[in-house]
């Protein structure tokens, strides 16, 4: 079964930066676009930024130029860095896997995927 591992979070002062990892285990053929997500206390979850398997990226406009997503796709592993962290930035962040390919018992199949969350606090 494909299963996303999400580390990196943790508290972190104003100013500061963190490095997300999330690794997709299992036997994967392909994955399409990998991507983190977020949600705030009372509010929805909203993507952070996504990458496809060609490296096209896209980040929600709070993030753009302080944030930096990338991926190594021997490893299925997908990275997001994040510098000049705000209060704002305060989340549980998960981890997305889209259009995963996979083996799994008597198939291959393709589904999307969700890590278990890590969460980032930004606060002095």
């Known amino acids: 079964q494909v299963q996303l591992v999400e580390s990196g979070g943790g508290l972190v002062q104003p100013g500061g930066s963190l490095r997300l990892s999330c690794a997709a285990s299992g036997t994967i053929f392909k994955i399409n676009v990998m991507g983190w997500y977020r949600q705030a206390p009372g509010k929805q979850r909203e993507l952070v930024a996504a990458?496809?398997?060609?490296?096209?990226?896209n980040y929600t406009n709070s993030v753009k130029g302080r944030c930096t997503i990338s991926r190594d796709n021997a490893k299925n592993t997908v990275y997001l860095q994040m510098d000049s962290l705000k209060p704002e930035d305060t989340a549980v962040y998960y981890c997305?896997?889209?259009?995963?390919?996979?083996?799994?018992?008597?198939?291959?199949?393709?589904?999307?995927?969700w890590g278990q969350g890590t969460q980032v606090t930004v606060s002095s």
């Open positions: 990458i496809t398997s060609g490296d096209s990226t």
């Open positions: 997305n896997a889209a259009g995963v390919l996979a083996a799994v018992p008597g198939a291959v199949t393709e589904n999307d995927y």
